[in-house]
């Protein structure tokens, strides 16, 4: 018979206890897959929702989504048919609340087997308690690398516990910043990932990476795509997607996958390309 990790029996032990609850979490579904990450034998996310955590006021008074990412956001489309990835990403808000959160998300992430793991595909971090949880998390899975866009450096109560997060060697934290966010702070060893609303938007500095608010993020093919959800297809990333083709912008360079141009297969996927990922193209040394 299988023998599990402690951790694993504890978080299938309470993933099953939450099921016959009245008012279940889906503790067994809190780990999403995404096609952009990678497939999902190997890659998983942990996502929180806007409302819960970019998107929310903050004690200091702070709100950290801007009004340029809540416009591009996928999570608020809930009138095309993703109110399914808000609904998980509610849930996992109150996941992340529980005083067993690192035992569960330990155990999940074991139980299912990937080395990758996206800390939020939606949402950001929101308390220090939050921060220092991934930091433990972190801390306990030394085989699986971790990766996090943030914007929470804006929040400056924050900023002390996202530090010590971003200095473990397997996670790689990115600020990510918008022309509406400021200029985050320059510190050694964390990337900016510079988001371009329009082509005709590029970072003020140099960024690692630029994301572009490409069609895809659009109503338009946020419709084709539901249209073949309920044929029951699965669509690839759509190549040539963007309006014009493009490598960079202003000298930083654009996500291989939303430049408009084919995809090569060593960027097929962000476990596969790892431009984002300095700390992992060192461990893997790429
Ligand atoms: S640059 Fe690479 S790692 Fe970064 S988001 Fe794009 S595909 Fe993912």
Not at 97 to 111: E, K, N, Q
Not at 159 to 184: E, H, I
Not at 259 to 269: E, I, L
Request: proline fraction near 7%; include cysteine.
């Amino acid at each position: 018979m299988r023998k599990f990790h402690p951790l694993v029996r504890y978080s299938r032990r309470i993933a099953a206890e939450d099921a016959q609850s009245e008012t279940p979490l889906d503790i067994r579904t809190m780990l999403s897959t995404a096609s952009k990450i990678g497939p999902a034998d190997k890659v998983l996310a942990f996502n929180r929702s806007p409302e819960g955590s970019c998107c929310a006021e903050r004690p200091s008074g702070i709100r950290i989504a801007t009004d340029v990412c809540r416009a591009r956001c996928y999570g608020w489309k809930t009138s095309e048919g993703r109110d399914g990835v808000l609904e998980r990403a509610e849930k996992n808000d109150a996941i992340a609340r529980r005083a067993d959160f690192v035992r569960l998300i330990v155990g999940a992430i074991r139980h299912s087997g990937v080395h990758w793991l996206r800390v939020h595909d939606l949402g950001d971090f929101d308390t220090v308690e939050y921060i220092d949880a991934w930091y433990e998390i972190v801390s306990m899975l030394g085989d699986v690398h971790f990766w996090a866009y943030t914007r929470s450096w804006r929040d400056l109560d924050l900023l002390p516990a996202l530090l010590r997060l971003a200095s473990l060697p397997n996670l790689d934290l990115l600020f990510s910043w918008d022309r509406k966010t400021g200029t985050p702070p320059h510190i050694t060893g964390i990337p900016w990932a510079w988001f371009a609303d329009t082509d005709g938007d590029p970072p003020p500095e140099r960024s690692s990476v630029v994301l572009r608010g490409t069609n895809e993020r659009n109503r338009e093919e946020d419709r084709r795509r539901k249209a073949a959800r309920d044929r029951g297809e699965k669509l690839p990333p759509r190549v040539g997607r963007n309006v014009v083709p493009l490598k960079s912008i202003n000298g930083s360079p654009v996500c291989p996958l939303e430049t408009g141009m084919p995809v090569k297969d060593k960027h097929r996927d962000c476990i596969t390309c790892q431009r984002c990922m300095p700390k992992a193209r060192k461990r893997t040394s790429r």
